[in-house]
């Protein structure tokens, strides 16, 4: 079986188990066979079991059995939420197998384009995974390129650009972008990892990838008319509350770093968003607008 099908059934089985909650093993195999997942072929047990296993150990996903009814469910549905890996490569993993069985109208699906570097992204990798440091060829907008060797620590995806977390021969941790980087090159001098290093924890406090040293702050937020409704199927941050509603509004909290990257994403709101509190955010997000303003 090739491996895109394998794919596909995994998904299949998540995706499916996630929907009705819990299943018997008929009931799944009922279904599979309504749905044509193998060619009208049945879902044998052990196969079911090993598909078990090869979701566990690719997604985190646990599917367990209720020794009382004998139903099927996933145990750790949270891990479907979160901003792990697995999580990603479910996601993408899923897309893929949708718009595989719609190839048929491809030219009327429009995908975002996705910046120059993911030529490095694989020695990037390695490079993470064997504790090994990259010598680095980078160049800002608007500045001189160099060369830096640096200890690859994480990647992170945002906003459709990958970004690497590293730390420089400064003994300073930066991050990179992809997109920026000119060369990649992996090399034979290897670093020692942090036992106690998370890279959840290093950008928790943060929005974005811009890690500087802005203060923490408890922002408060008005959304209006349709506002709400994304946030609420979109949180910005792990952080963010609901506080209260009005009759076309509902304010949210955020216990973050407002750095740019916060900044810039509220304002992209247009007018559906209003920072109520701190009040010296409120004056800087004034000010910023009054800036944009003059341009026109």
């Not at 599917?63 to 009814?69: G, M, N, R, V, Y």
């Not at 504790?131 to 992170?156: D, H, S, T, W």
């Not at 973050?256 to 701190?278: C, K, M, N, W």
């Amino acid at each position: 079986m090739k491996p895109a099908q394998i794919f596909h059934q995994y998904i299949w089985i998540i995706n499916t188990l996630r929907a009705h909650r819990q299943m018997t093993f008929e009931q799944l195999n009922q279904k599979w066979l309504d749905d044509r997942v193998a060619d009208g072929n049945p879902l044998q047990r052990s196969s079911f079991n090993r598909h078990r296993d090869a979701i566990l150990n690719m997604f985190g996903i646990i599917i367990d059995c209720d020794k009382k009814t004998y139903c099927y469910y996933i145990s750790n549905k949270d891990v479907l939420c979160d901003g792990s890996i697995e999580r990603w490569i479910f996601s993408t993993l899923t897309v893929h197998g949708v718009l595989a069985d719609c190839a048929a109208v491809k030219e009327r699906v429009v995908l975002e384009n996705v910046p120059a570097g993911l030529e490095y992204l694989d020695t990037i990798l390695h490079a993470i995974k064997t504790n090994c440091r990259i010598r680095m060829g980078y160049q800002k907008f608007g500045k001189e390129g160099y060369v830096k060797l640096v200890c690859p620590y994480a990647l992170k995806l945002f906003h459709q650009r990958w970004y690497l977390l590293a730390r420089n021969s400064e003994d300073l941790m930066r991050v990179y972008a992809l997109d920026r980087m000119t060369q990649a090159q992996l090399t034979d001098e290897t670093f020692e990892m942090p036992a106690d290093f998370s890279p959840q924890q290093y950008f928790a406090e943060y929005f974005g990838v811009l890690t500087d040293q802005t203060p923490m702050a408890h922002v408060v937020v008005r959304a209006h008319r349709w506002t709400p409704n994304y946030l609420r199927t979109l949180p910005l941050h792990h952080s963010q509350r609901e506080l209260s509603s009005g009759a076309d509004y509902t304010d949210f909290s955020f216990d973050l770093r407002p750095t740019a990257d916060f900044l810039g994403q509220l304002l992209s709101q247009g007018d559906g968003i209003e920072v109520l509190e701190p009040q010296e955010l409120r004056e800087k997000m004034r000010a910023m607008i009054a800036e944009s303003l003059k341009r026109y």
